[in-house]
Structures are given as C-alpha cells and as structure tokens.
C-alpha cells in the first residue's frame, strides 16, 4: 500500500423515501435560498420534481431554479450557475440527478465565490481555487458516477474540445433513493452501470506490484456490479439490484478503492476527448473504447487481468479476461463500436487523429500509451 490520507466529507442517506425522511431536518442547517439544479426535465415528469419542491416550500426556503444541464456538462453551463447563485445569494445548491448534473454544481459552488476563472486558474495554470465554496447537496437520480461521494468533476470547455477534470468540495450531503431511479430508460441505467464497473477497473489496473486490500474490494465491486447488472437484464425494475447498483456507484468513487492506490484511468482520458468532440454518451463510450485498449496492455499486466478474469467473470487467463469483458458488454447491448455511438459529428480517421492528439497521456497505468497507441486503439473501435 502507497502512503494515504483519508477522509470521507459526504454524509448520506440511502434509501426508500430518504428525501422525505430527511431533507426537511438537513435544510434547516442552511439559509433560506436555494438554487435547485437539474437536467432535461424528466424529474418534472415523474414526481421527484414535485416532491422535492414540496418539501423545501414547506422548510420556507425561496427555490430558485437552474435547469437545463447537459449530459455532457459544459463550461458556459457551469458559468450560467454561477451567475445565478451570485445573484441570487444562494445558501445551498441542490444539484438533483445523475453525475452530470453533480458535476457541473460542484463547479458552480466554487466559481459563484470568486472573480477568477477557474478553468484558466485549475486546466491553465494548475493550481486549485482557494474561496470556500457555496455548500452542495445531491441528490441521486441517475447513478453510475459516483459523483456525490467526491470533489471531483468532469466539464467539458467547448471552445478548446477539451472535456477535463476540475476539482472542488464534494456534497456536504447525498440522498439515495433507488426508486428515484425506477423511471429512467433501460440503456442510461446500463450505461451509467458500466460507467462504476469502468472505475472499479480503471482504479484495480493502476501501477502496482504486489497484493493490496484495495485491490480485493475493487475485485469485489466489480463482481457485484456485473451480477446485478444480469439481474437488471431479466428485470430492469429488480429493486434490490437497483439499489446494489448504486451504492457500487457510490463505492467506486469514494476513494475507498483508490486509498493506497496509484490509479490508471487512461481509458477515462480517451473517453473524454471522444466526448468533447462528439458528446457521445460517457458510459457507452468507455464500452466501446475498454477491451480494444485492454487488448493493447494485457501483456503488460498478465497476472492482474488473469485475476480478475476469475475473480470478477470465472474465466481462465488475461486474455480471456479481457474477452469476458467484451462479451458481457455485448450482452449488455451496450455499442462495441464507436458508430454505434449517438455524437453530434461524424465519426471519421481524421477525427479520431484530433481525440488522440488532444487525449492526456497518463503514466500510471501498466504501460503509457503514445498518441499514436491512442490512434490505432481508435481507429481499431470503428
């Protein structure tokens, strides 16, 4: 194990009827504004909207509304909520839905607190902002991020394509109620899934030498996250899987699995060039880009993908492994191959030699790709 410190900021609260259980004794700890966040709209049409609203009209909190965030959360986005919660002299931000939607408040509490650009200060000049940001509290329509468990946030700046990590507070508090989830469609459940067992992997594949108890639990969120995601297959309404599902959301970004830990996620960096330039959906995306890259390390981490071949899909040998991996993808019906992506553009070789080229290489995985590795894994996806 790597020297570590950890702390866990985020308080939760998970379950059945967790917001009317709980948001009203959480509000009274804030002032009287809040900026209530969302995305498309679809907590309007299933009730959560109307629930929620409820209960902070019944705390006498004055709601200021921020709808509108995209899937693929953007800097003018981020800048849009900072600008009301300035106006507004927001008390809490209630960011309310998946990752995306998590994400781009965590900018906002920050940016809505200071003059200066956090894109140029954090992505520029690498340094993180200093102002204490306005408190956030989530909660959880859409999992398969882990968002609410962390300060991290994904923002993509439009002007540059570059689609980056910012970081911030994470939520001072986060409900999770499965059945907020109930309602979303089939393949955005299976996506966001995908999207936990990425990070599980994604973490478990990072530079390391010997056996670690990290490692063991990240072998054991991964294995859950596929049996329940099976279990999703003959019934996407299956309670229980869907509460599994979200608490290995939450336990992969929670820094449990990275304590100790040098991470890879270079396959994370490849997605988010994918999705600056195309606005692909992330978790289909890495579906698409992880056994082609997986095909390119195995060698470079033979023993580790031989164990969690066993461990996580009851398969003999590295290889095998990474061909479990694209098989249970494919049983999934999630997309094998970047056409079968949703993107704004079309998807063409001259395309993908901009994404890699603009792809951040990182040195901690089993082996550092190149730029042009980048390109061929891309261009072998399409």
């Known amino acids: 194990m790597e020297n570590f410190v950890y702390e866990y900021p985020t308080k939760v609260y998970f379950g059945k009827g967790a917001a009317r259980q709980h948001l009203a004794g959480i509000l009274s700890g804030y002032g009287p504004n809040v900026l209530l966040a969302c995305g498309g709209g679809s907590i309007k049409g299933n009730g959560i909207y109307e629930e929620l609203t409820g209960i902070l009209k019944e705390a006498d909190k004055t709601i200021i509304e921020f709808s509108g965030i995209m899937s693929n959360p953007t800097w003018s986005k981020v800048q849009e909520g900072a600008r009301l919660a300035r106006e507004n002299k927001i008390d809490l931000v209630l960011a309310v839905g998946g990752g995306s939607v998590i994400d781009c408040c965590k900018i906002v509490c920050a940016q809505a607190v200071t003059d200066e650009d956090l894109w140029e200060l954090e992505m520029v000049r690498h340094k993180a902002p200093s102002a204490v940001p306005i408190p956030l509290g989530a909660v959880v329509?859409?999992?398969?991020?882990?968002?609410?468990?962390?300060?991290?946030?994904?923002?993509?700046?439009?002007?540059?394509?570059?689609?980056?990590?910012?970081?911030?507070?994470?939520?001072?508090?986060?409900?999770?109620?499965?059945?907020?989830?109930?309602?979303?469609?089939?393949?955005?459940?299976?996506?966001?899934?995908?999207?936990?067992?990425?990070?599980?992997?994604?973490?478990?594949?990072?530079?390391?030498?010997?056996?670690?108890?990290?490692?063991?639990?990240?072998?054991?969120?991964?294995?859950?996250?596929?049996?329940?995601?099976?279990?999703?297959?003959?019934?996407?309404?299956?309670?229980?899987?869907?509460?599994?599902?979200?608490?290995?959301?939450a336990m992969a970004e929670n820094g449990i699995l990275k304590a100790g830990r040098v991470t890879d996620f270079e396959c994370h960096q490849m997605e988010h060039q994918l999705g600056a330039y195309t606005d692909c959906n992330h978790g289909q995306g890495l579906a698409v880009l992880h056994p082609a890259y997986y095909r390119h390390i195995v060698k470079d981490a033979p023993e580790k993908?031989?164990?969690?071949?066993?461990?996580?899909?009851?398969?003999?040998?590295?290889?095998?492994?990474?061909?479990?991996?694209?098989?249970?993808?494919?049983?999934?019906?999630?997309?094998?191959?970047?056409?079968?992506?949703?993107?704004?553009?079309?998807?063409?070789?001259?395309?993908?030699r901009q994404i890699a080229d603009s792809t951040n290489l990182l040195p901690n995985g089993p082996r550092q790709l190149t730029h042009d590795e980048v390109y061929e894994i891309l261009r072998e996806c399409l």
């Not at 309602?183 to 966001?192: A, E």
């Not at 040998?317 to 997309?335: M, N, R, S, W, Y």
Request: charged share 20%; glycine share 8%.
């Open 141 to 249: 329509t859409a999992s398969g991020t882990g968002a609410e468990m962390n300060g991290g946030a994904v923002i993509t700046n439009e002007d540059v394509k570059i689609k980056g990590g910012m970081f911030a507070s994470a939520p001072r508090f986060a409900i999770l109620d499965p059945d907020y989830t109930m309602s979303l469609p089939r393949m955005q459940v299976l996506s966001g899934a995908f999207d936990t067992l990425s990070h599980a992997m994604e973490t478990y594949f990072g530079r390391s030498d010997r056996d670690n108890v990290s490692d063991e639990v990240a072998l054991a969120v991964m294995r859950s996250t596929v049996v329940n995601m099976r279990t999703l297959l003959k019934d996407l309404n299956d309670y229980t899987a869907r509460s599994n599902l979200m608490w290995t959301s």
């Open 305 to 352: 993908f031989a164990c969690l071949g066993k461990a996580v899909f009851g398969v003999e040998g590295p290889d095998a492994a990474v061909e479990a991996l694209a098989a249970f993808i494919q049983e999934c019906g999630l997309p094998t191959k970047l056409t079968g992506l949703h993107s704004r553009v079309e998807i063409t070789p001259e395309l993908l």
